[in-house]
């Protein structure tokens, strides 16, 4: 396919050499006007890797020795995720002893007997291409000497690794990195990661310091159990020396890690776009750093700037392009590119250079209100070039401009007071004023009295019941209207009757605790405000219980009592106790019971298998007490769990399995140590045993190697050390589904009208379904038109019926066009098979001609013999005219008072003046018919019958007129005596129609 102007493609099938292609690539598009250069468009190859499928031998390794199993996947670019997993896809646990390295290899710094399992599995995933791909399984054994000695011949062959001799511990050496000392390389502003990782007997332990210096405590983190330093947005000060100790009771060993910090490109100041008056200078800066220094390089409208026409007024010295008496029509864009080894930065710049006289854009006539002693600042914003430089006057001081104090003048033309006063108040004008001209405006300023609060209200505290007043007077300037507020703890006042607001106080009546909090009063005017607050405190929550006492102690059960605190005035009305599971979650504290205020003892219902802690919190009306000091603890025997989990449901994902899911118990809900799941699965209206595994710590467990979308009867069931849980009840799941595997048959379609049809066909069996049945799809597309019979293809379009529908209509179709269409039915997974195609057509809104249809009407009849009689009239006119020569009285006051609308009638050919738009030139409706008998029709008849042949119309697909214009203007001419046959009336009613 030929592309688009401006697109640029690359074919890069069969050449083998895609890399050649990467790189950056920038467009840039030139006019008379100007230059626009694009972003930078990064282009890399996707690479996917793929990971060989040989097998991995097992490994025989001593108790107590190190091991390292490699995971080492092909080079892609992003690099790989690592991880490991087991057979039942979970993550491997690690530990001080067991490390994954950032290079994805798993290292043991000792191993055990209980490390021993035949499923290491390593996994990466790709980002770029959203792939996981599988290593095979690796198989470790753990023994003791023992152990090899009686099993060397028959591990001989398949052992790469174990020790010889007895397990004994062992000073630390390092597993990663090698030697004693390494080094790296950073760039600036990324992330670094330096790892060491040690084996030894017992294991070892990791430790960070810096040779010269100090971490960075803000930046720097430890993972993997200390074996990863991490610092984040590395800067040149990183730099340097890293020692990482590995240490355990029979020695140390230190690795030093070198860390140099390089840097990409970074800006110190970037080029900024310049607009300039001719004869002025400027300079663009292109300043950036690095390590190694960048280098800079100017471009110009997209070239490099050494190959641009040599321009006298343009220099340029290093990072800087310094311009120079600059003239109009040297506008252009300028680009720099600062770059080293490790990056680049590209900035644009436009340097436009114009010629405006001053033009004001601050409003005429504002006025500016300030409070006295507060900042003023009049705008006078303006537009020109040369810049315009703006001068500032004062009323009654006309002929001097101002200046110093108390004013400063800012190079956008704002004037600043920065202590207004009343003296300050008038009108002023600024004058803007370049070699082009001037323009100035007028602002006016008023200085207004502070808003300020006399006496601030004072602090109060009262009884229950009592009143209390608030007291807030203020003073403001007479011509601002002032409002007054009053807040109670920053919000509104409470919607109560019993706060009055008067013009500068506030009277609480008949206060309640819940009146407590700080009131501030507001005065507020359209220019300032002035507040003062003062705090109410009334009646505080009670004390916390105190001695609380456990009694009377079952395995169930507790009685806890407590003696109360001082209630402040307000009756407690309950006591809240709330406990906390040491065992299960140790530090929150959960609500258990409540009970009321008159009482001080309570009969607590325990669960099993936890360690209670009790404490009790008092509420009155103002609000809920401290809580009390808590009880000592209280333990529960453990006991069978007394429920299952809920939410048990199944729903296969795959077509061969279906995944049990379940809401776990909690802690407090499994009632003894060593929680597990029993799940149970039989196949549904089979008579068959039921199937069942024991699982821990999951809440799903996936049957493999089921029959599609079957159904199930599935449970789960809470058992622990003591005993299980009740008998769970069974609930119905099914197996996966699987793509249907028929079509829809007997496919119809019946066209409604020209865009409508009715689609007909026979479901299919549910059993071929294979899964839920969601519905049926019909996929159709457009052919073509059957107007010019030429192949035309749309894009293929489908609409969904839900449920087991048997039809459905196409709606939008377009007229008298070739439609192909088939229908698939489709379930959870997807969709079936498409039925065979149907081809059909759609009918065509017939038009008929205006012409036939008002020739046979007696008005129609009548018109045309009055538009006969007309031209006769008309061409005798022209005829005497013609004889006399000269002009006649009404034409001589025709171009007397002529219209600029309308042109006359030439006396050289006697045509007739036809109307004329000065904008377009378009002829107007009605006008008459060329001598020639042809019918010049109205631009927005778009008649197939008049153009369905002619060379100046054409059709689109669906038969729809699309008329053009020729590029030639024609004018109508009638001749007086040289036409050969006179106009036909028909065709003169046809130019009206």
Not at 228 to 250: H, M, P, W
Not at 291 to 296: L, T, W
Not at 511 to 522: F, K, P, Q
Not at 948 to 964: A, L, M, R, V, Y
């Given at each position: 396919?030929k ?101 994805g ?12 399992r ?21 198989t470790?054994r ?15 062959n398949?052992?790469?690794?174990f ?89 140390s ?31 663009l800066?292109c300043?950036?750093?690095g ?6 390089s ?86 020109g ?120 106080s506030?009277?609480?009546?008949e ?12 005065m507020?005017?359209?220019l ?38 001082d ?151 809470a ?62 597309s ?8 030429s ?52 009918q ?52 007397a008072h ?5 042109q006359?009638?030439?006396?050289e ?59 030639r ?25």
């Open positions: 396919m592309p688009h102007s401006g697109t640029l493609v690359i074919d890069i099938s069969g050449s083998g050499k895609a890399e050649a292609y990467e790189g950056v690539y920038q467009c840039t598009a030139h006019n008379e006007h100007g230059t626009a250069v694009s972003n930078n468009i990064v282009v890399r190859q996707s690479r996917s890797p793929l990971w060989s499928k040989e097998s991995n031998p097992p490994f025989v390794v001593q108790e107590g020795a190190s091991l390292v199993l490699k995971c080492r996947p092909p080079a892609g670019l992003p690099p790989p995720v690592i991880f490991w997993m087991d057979n039942n896809f979970q993550r491997l646990s690690l530990s001080r002893r067991v490390s994954q390295g950032l290079n290899d798993l290292y043991f710094s000792n191993v055990e007997v209980s490390d021993s035949s499923d290491y599995i390593c996994y990466a995933r790709f980002p770029r291409t959203q792939t996981i791909q599988q290593k095979q399984p690796i470790v753990v023994v003791n000497m023992d152990a090899i000695n009686e099993t060397w011949p028959g591990f001989l398949e052992t790469d690794f020790g010889d001799g007895q397990t004994e511990e062992r000073r630390p050496s390092f597993q990663v990195p090698s030697g004693p000392s390494s080094s790296m390389m950073v760039l600036r502003g990324q992330l670094l990661e330096m790892e060491c990782i040690a084996e030894g007997l017992p294991t070892p332990e990791i430790t960070w310091s810096k040779v010269s210096g100090e971490l960075p405590s803000n930046r720097a983190t430890y993972l993997n159990f200390h074996k990863t330093l991490r610092i984040a947005a590395v800067t040149e000060a990183d730099s340097g020396q890293y020692r990482c100790t590995a240490k355990n009771t029979l020695g060993i230190h690795h030093v890690i070198t860390v140099t910090v390089k840097a990409a490109p970074y800006w110190i100041e970037a080029p900024q776009n310049l607009v300039l008056a001719p004869r002025e200078k400027g300079q800066i300043r950036a750093s390590n190694p220094k960048p280098s800079v100017w471009f110009m409208d997209g070239l490099p700037i050494h190959n641009a026409p040599e321009d006298s007024r343009r220099k340029v010295e290093g990072d800087t392009i310094m311009f120079e008496d600059v003239v109009s029509g040297s506008s252009a864009v300028y680009q720099c590119n600062a770059s080293n080894e490790h990056g680049y930065l590209l900035a644009n710049a436009f340097v436009n250079v114009l010629s405006e006289p001053p033009r004001m854009l601050t409003p005429p006539n504002k006025v500016y209100q300030v409070i006295m002693n507060q900042r003023a600042a009049l705008e006078c914003y303006s537009f070039s040369p810049i315009p430089k703006i001068t500032w006057f004062k009323e009654n001081h006309t002929n001097a401009a101002l200046e110093g104090d108390p004013y400063i003048f800012y190079d956008n033309g704002t004037l600043v007071i920065p202590v207004a006063q009343a003296t300050n108040s008038g009108k002023y004008t600024c004058v803007a004023l370049n070699m082009l001209g001037k323009s100035d405006n007028h602002v006016h300023l008023e200085v207004k009295e502070p808003t300020r609060i006399l006496k601030q209200p004072e602090y109060k505290v009262v009884q229950r019941n009592r009143d209390v007043v608030f007291e807030c007077p203020v003073k403001h300037d007479p011509s601002l209207i002032p409002t007054m507020i009053w807040l109670k703890d920053n919000g509104e006042l409470p919607d109560d009757e019993r706060f009055v607001v008067d013009s500068d506030l009277t609480i009546t206060v309640t605790e819940s009146d407590a909090g700080t009131y501030t009063c507001i507020n005017t359209t300032d405000q002035d507040s003062a607050s003062a705090d109410l405190r009334v009646v505080e929550q009670p004390d916390p219980p105190s001695d609380l006492e456990l009694t009377d102690q079952k395995p169930r059960s507790v009685q806890l009592t407590w003696i109360p605190g209630d402040h005035n307000s009756p407690i009305k309950r006591f809240l106790i709330q406990y906390e599971d040491s065992l299960h979650d140790h530090g929150s504290w959960h609500n258990l019971t409540e009970v009321p205020g008159t009482r001080t003892t309570a009969h607590l219902k325990l669960s099993p298998f936890v360690h209670y802690k009790f404490r009790v919190m008092a509420l009155n009306d103002v609000g809920y007490s401290l809580p009390s000091p808590s009880s000592r603890h209280y333990k529960t025997r453990a006991a069978a769990p007394d429920e299952n989990p809920t939410g048990v449901e199944g729903l296969g994902t795959q077509p061969d399995n279906l995944v049990i899911h379940w809401k776990p118990l909690t802690g407090l809900q499994s009632n003894g140590p060593g929680l597990q799941y029993v799940v149970y699965w039989r196949q549904k209206y089979v008579d068959e045993d039921w199937h069942s595994v024991k699982v821990a710590n999951v809440s799903k467990f996936t049957v493999q190697g089921t029959p599609t979308f079957t159904p199930y009867e599935v449970k789960v069931q058992v622990n050390e003591h005993g299980s849980g009740p008998e769970p009840p069974p609930v119905t799941a099914y197996s996966g589904e699987d793509l249907p595997k028929a079509a829809p048959h007997n496919v119809q379609v019946q066209v409604i009208n020209s865009t409508l049809a009715h689609v007909h066909w026979e479901p299919v069996s549910l059993s071929s379904v294979r899964g839920h049945l969601k519905g049926y799809k019909v996929y159709y457009r052919k073509g038109s059957l107007h010019n019979h192949p035309h293809h749309s894009e293929q379009q489908v609409l969904t019926f839900s449920g087991n529908r048997t039809h459905g209509k196409l709606p939008g179709l377009h007229p008298f066009s070739r439609y192909a269409l088939n229908v698939r039915v489709y379930n959870g997974r997807g969709e079936g098979p498409a039925s065979s195609d149907e081809d059909f057509a759609t065509e809104g017939a038009m008929a001609s205006r012409q036939v249809d008002i020739a046979t009407q007696g008005w129609f009849i009548g018109l045309m013999c009055a538009i006969a009689l007309l031209i006769l009239v008309l061409l005798i006119v022209c005829f005497i005219k013609r004889n006399k020569g000269g002009k006649y009285p009404v034409k001589e006051k025709e171009d002529a219209d600029p609308e309308i006359p009638m030439k006396d050919d006697c045509t007739f003046g036809e109307y004329s738009d000065n904008e377009d030139h378009k002829p107007l409706k009605g006008s008459r018919t060329p001598s020639n008998g042809t019918v010049k029709r109205d631009d927005s008849d778009d008649s197939l019958v008049d153009y369905g042949d002619g060379g100046d119309g054409q059709f689109n697909e669906d038969g729809s007129f699309i008329g053009q214009y020729s590029g203007k024609e004018r109508d001419t009638a001749e007086c005596i040289e036409s050969s046959e006179a106009p036909s009336p028909v065709n003169a009613m046809n130019s009206f129609v």
